[in-house]
C-alpha cells in the first residue's frame, strides 16, 4: 500500500474527527476566496461603469487657492459664496464659455452645472426631497443621459426618470405640467430614461433647468462645477492641458482643480485593492488556526498509531516511508478542506454578486491561491508530527499499548 491509500483509509476511518480538523481549513479558504473574487468583481463592474463612458470626462472644481496667494485677497466674484465641498466657489459661466471658445477638436463637450439651493414641488409650497440642478443641453451628452420623453429646452425643466415618479406618481407622461423651483413656476418639457451607469444615477432623482435660469431664481452668479467630455480617450490630456491654460489665466489663484475620470478609477481600484487585500489577511487567520488544528490532530493520530508504526518499521519500512504516510494525510486533510472551502465560496461569491448587482465568480487568481495556501498549511503543520512518527525506534512503538 502506497503512502496515499494509507493516509485515505486512515481519513476515511475517522471522518468526524477529520471532518472537524478540516473545518478551520474550510473557514479560512472560505473567506479569502470569498473576498477575493468579490473585490475582483467589485473592481470589474466599477472598470466596465468608467469604460462605459470611455474614462472622457475631467472635472474642473473650486478649490483653495495656491498657496502663494493671500486667501484674504481671494474673489468670490459678483454674488453669495457658494460651498461646493466646503470650498466657497469663483467659476463662472464665462469660465465654461472661455473653453468653449478654444473650439479645441480635443474638447466635444463642456457643460457647466450649478447645485441649486430651493426647494422642488409640484405646489408654491412645500417641498419634495428631489434636488435641482442647472445645467446646459452638453451635459446629457457628457452624461450619455438620454430622454424618455420631450426635450431640454431654455424656458422648462427636466426631470430625472425616479424624479418624475415622485412628483407625479400618477402620470404617465408629465410634459407640460407645471413644477415649482422655490417660487418659480416651470413647464416641465423633458423627462429622461433612466440611467443605470455608476456615474449617472444621481441623475434620476435630479430635476434640470437651464443654468442662467437657476442661477437667477437661485440668486447665485457661481457656477458649482464645469463637466468636460474629451473626444476620445487619446486626447484627456490634450483637453487637460488646454482647459487648464485658459483657467490659470482666469484664475491666477489657481482656485480651481482638476480631475480626469482615469485619476478616479485608479484611486478607486488602489483603495479596492487595499481593503481586499486587508480583509483577506483578516480572514487568513483562520487559516493558521486551521494549521494548528491539524497539527494538534495528527500529534494525537501518531501517539494512537504507535503500533502500527512499530510494525510497519518491523517489516522493513523506512523513516521516510513513514515521514511521507503522515506528511500525506496532513496535506490531504487541509486539500480536502480548501477544495470544500471553494466550493462554498463560489456558490457565495455567486449569490452575492447576483444580489449587489455585478458578477463575482472565482478567478483563477484565487483558485490558485487557496490551493497553494492549502498546500502550505497541510506541509507546514503536519511535518512536526511526521518526524516525531518516523523517529520513532520499533521497539519502543510495540511496546506502547
Not at 83 to 102: E, K, M
Amino acid at each position: 500500500m502506497n503512502a496515499f491509500t494509507i493516509a485515505l483509509d486512515s481519513i476515511w476511518a475517522h471522518r468526524l474527527r477529520s471532518a472537524l480538523t478540516a473545518l478551520g481549513i474550510v473557514i479560512g479558504v472560505f473567506a479569502v476566496v470569498t473576498l477575493t473574487s468579490l473585490g475582483s468583481g467589485v473592481k470589474s463592474y466599477v472598470t466596465g461603469q468608467f469604460s462605459s463612458f470611455g474614462a472622457t470626462l475631467i472635472t474642473i472644481s473650486p478649490s483653495l487657492p495656491s498657496a502663494h496667494d493671500k486667501i484674504a485677497h481671494h474673489p468670490f466674484g459678483g454674488g453669495p459664496k457658494q460651498n461646493f465641498g466646503n470650498i466657497p466657489s469663483t467659476l463662472t459661466l464665462g469660465d465654461a464659455t472661455a473653453i468653449n471658445a478654444l473650439h479645441s477638436p480635443a474638447i466635444a463637450h463642456v457643460a457647466p452645472v450649478v447645485l441649486l439651493p430651493i426647494t422642488v414641488s409640484t405646489s408654491s409650497v412645500g417641498s419634495s426631497g428631489i434636488s435641482a440642478t442647472g445645467t446646459t443641453d452638453q451635459y446629457f451628452s457628457a452624461e450619455q443621459l438620454t430622454f424618455l420623453h420631450g426635450t431640454f429646452d431654455d424656458h422648462g425643466v427636466v426631470l430625472g426618470a425616479s424624479a418624475a415618479h415622485t412628483l407625479f406618481p400618477r402620470v404617465k407622461n408629465p410634459i407640460g405640467q407645471t413644477l415649482y423651483l422655490g417660487r418659480s413656476a416651470l413647464t416641465v418639457t423633458g423627462v429622461l430614461s433612466s440611467a443605470s451607469g455608476l456615474l449617472s444615477k444621481a441623475a434620476n432623482a435630479s430635476v434640470f433647468v437651464p443654468i442662467t435660469t437657476g442661477l437667477q431664481i437661485a440668486h447665485l452668479h457661481t457656477i458649482s462645477e464645469i463637466i468636460v467630455q474629451a473626444s476620445g480617450n487619446s486626447q484627456v490630456n490634450t483637453a487637460d492641458n488646454a482647459l487648464t491654460t485658459v483657467l490659470s489665466r482666469r484664475h491666477p489663484s489657481g482656485d480651481f482643480s482638476v480631475t480626469k475620470d482615469t485619476q478616479i478609477l485608479t484611486t478607486i481600484n488602489n483603495t479596492l485593492a487595499t481593503i481586499t487585500t486587508f480583509l483577506s489577511g483578516l480572514a487568513a487567520i483562520s487559516l493558521l488556526v486551521g494549521g494548528i488544528g491539524i497539527m494538534n490532530i495528527m500529534l494525537v493520530t501518531v501517539t494512537e498509531r504507535f503500533r502500527e508504526i512499530g510494525i510497519r518499521k518491523a517489516l522493513g519500512a523506512r523513516d521516510s516511508d513513514i515521514l511521507l504516510q503522515f506528511l500525506t494525510e496532513s496535506v490531504l486533510l487541509s486539500l480536502l478542506g480548501g477544495t470544500i472551502g471553494i466550493v462554498l465560496s463560489a456558490i457565495a461569491s455567486g449569490v452575492i454578486g447576483q444580489l449587489a448587482g455585478f458578477s463575482a465568480g472565482l478567478t483563477i487568481t484565487a483558485v490558485a491561491l487557496a490551493v497553494g495556501f492549502s498546500l502550505f498549511v497541510g506541509m507546514v503543520f503536519g511535518v512536526i508530527p511526521a518526524l516525531r512518527a518516523a523517529r520513532l525506534m520499533p521497539a519502543e512503538a510495540l511496546r506502547t499499548e
